[in-house]
């Protein structure tokens, strides 16, 4: 399965546990990468700020490369990772 269901709200934990580089930059996923969505920032002493400050403003569900090509193990990772958030986990 691809694509974020059109009702589904999530924000992309993955960003804040993993990371994708390509070449000296680094993107949310390999998926967002490889689709020519924009990279996150450069790998410098910023990357941490700048993979949260990200996770923090985006919206998969509104983003054409989420919406059609995010994995079904990466929507399930995202939805339990939001349960753990709401139970302040």
């Not at 790998?43 to 490369?65: C, F, G, K, M, T």
Request: aromatic letters at 10%.
């Amino acid at each position: 399965m691809r694509g974020i269901q059109s009702s589904e709200t999530f924000k992309c934990a993955l960003a804040r546990n993993d990371i994708s580089i390509v070449g000296d930059k680094h993107y949310p996923c390999l998926v967002y990468a490889r689709e020519g969505g924009a990279f996150i920032g450069a790998l410098d002493a910023n990357v941490e700020r700048a993979r949260e400050s990200w996770y923090a403003r985006h919206q998969p569900n509104l983003d054409s490369i989420c919406k059609k090509y995010c994995m079904d193990f990466k929507c399930e990772f995202n939805r339990e990772s939001q349960k753990c958030l709401a139970a302040g986990g």
